[in-house]
């Protein structure tokens, strides 16, 4: 929880799910939200989100609506927002990106506006907006420099005032504290902890949605690591 303690909460879509109406949440991302490390869209994190949710919100109609295409920048991602998102008239996007931009070398500044111009259209139709920054790999890092576009993320989210899931530092912290081993080389053994971080992330992110909605089955923290 100290992941998110300080982000703004998600007020429309946590009383939507609170009183049983419909919710549909649309996802955004490449390939580790479309869940390609664990072999199938139904093991990615948006699957298990919705599970998660369904699960302690029974007389809610969630739908969790996974629009992600591998590799795709957040500018081609803003080219489809009116095609592919605001029709599904959804109540929250949660938009992860950074990562193509990174690996290219990217623009930051351009990359900023991209994003903003992003949320200002989202939130021009309605609906609440997650950012989630990139993933954790000590392998990546050693490679790729990640650390302008995290902060461009970051400012995006305060003068939005918009919540960001940092995904990022959660990873970093289950794999400093051992819950997960990102060094594994296996095939298998690849395939089964991106099963299990997905499935993590899932119920992370479920939690950081409905943070604020009394809960009798409340869900554990990221950092406990159940």
């Not at 295409?69 to 592919?84: F, G, H």
């Not at 989210?157 to 918009?162: F, T």
């Not at 919540?163 to 095939?187: C, H, N, Q, T």
């Amino acid at each position: 929880e100290r992941f998110y303690e300080f982000e703004p909460p998600l007020t429309k879509t946590a009383k939507a799910l609170a009183t049983g109406r419909e919710v549909v949440i649309a996802t955004l991302g490449g390939s580790s939200t479309l869940g390609l490390a664990a072999g199938a869209t139904a093991l990615a994190w948006p699957a298990r989100l919705g599970s998660v949710l369904t699960d302690r919100f029974p007389s809610a109609r969630i739908k969790v609506v996974n629009r992600a295409i591998a590799r795709q920048t957040a500018k081609q991602v803003l080219e489809r927002l009116d095609r592919d998102i605001l029709p599904l008239k959804p109540n929250l996007v949660i938009w992860e990106t950074g990562t193509m931009e990174a690996v290219r070398g990217s623009d930051v500044d351009a990359f900023r506006e991209t994003v903003r111009t992003g949320i200002d259209e989202l939130r021009a139709a309605g609906v609440e907006v997650v950012l989630m920054n990139m993933q954790f790999s000590r392998e990546t890092d050693a490679m790729i420099h990640f650390e302008p576009y995290l902060i461009a993320m970051r400012q995006v989210a305060d003068a939005n005032e918009i919540p960001l899931f940092r995904r990022r530092g959660i990873m970093r912290y289950w794999a400093e504290s051992g819950f997960v081993d990102l060094r594994v080389k296996e095939d298998k053994k690849r395939r089964e902890l991106a099963v299990k971080l997905y499935d993590c992330i899932g119920r992370a992110m479920a939690h950081f949605v409905t943070r604020g909605i009394p809960d009798s089955n409340s869900e554990p923290n990221p950092g406990s690591g159940r």
